[in-house]
């Protein structure tokens, strides 16, 4: 998996709302962590340049079950 992932910041203006930001999370590095869609984050500022995502409600890694089955 690529360690690094380049990306742009877009900015959304809309008319009488103050602009927006919007960060495209990767696929493969939202796959790696088991990210899902509509799941709530939260942003940590640590300094200028470095942030860490949060996740408040972490729920446990999603994969397949393996049989406790012993032969």
Known sequence: MQAKYS???QAIRSKKQAPRFYVNFPLPLAAAIGLEAGEEVEWELLERGELRLVRPHE???RGRQ???RTT
């Open 7 to 9: 990306i742009k910041v």
């Open 59 to 61: 729920s446990p890694p």
């Open 66 to 68: 393996r049989s406790s």
